[in-house]
């Protein structure tokens, strides 16, 4: 019951930050809107701790702003490349271990790779990710686990 109740909350929370319209008629539609998406997940047995983890809360707050940090400066490198000529530019593969225990801990350190301009989570093949980078920087930023170190500790793994 507790899972259902910080889902209803977050799912609430971010239909009215991504709506815009705060009117009596929408807020009470949007309320109707989450109370049958709840029931829809409850139904089909997915209403668990890997819907709404709350043990990742206090550590995907702490990640949160480093992560934008990291997307706000790899926009700068990527935007730089682009209208520069001479910044090089040198796409390739490679493959990386991911430290994340979890299924959940998996996807935010894949997602959070994609989010970061330059690289791309491509494929995940068992213990194995395949990893799209723009430059040997951006590959560099990732072999150097910091974001798979941080995101093991959203987990609460340090």
Known sequence: MKHAGVLFVVLFSVWLLWSGHYTTLL????????????????????LDHETAPLEFLPGALAYTPWLLWQIARSNVDVARRVLRREMPIRPHLFRTRPGQ?????RVIYANSITLTPGTVTVAIEGDEFT????????AREVLTGEMDRRVCAVEGRR
């Open 101 to 105: 225990r979890t299924d959940i801990g």
């Open 131 to 138: 990893i799209h980078a723009l430059t040997d920087e951006a």
């Open 27 to 46: 807020v009470t539609l949007g309320l109707f809107s989450v109370f049958f998406v709840l029931l829809t997940i409850r139904r089909m047995g997915a």
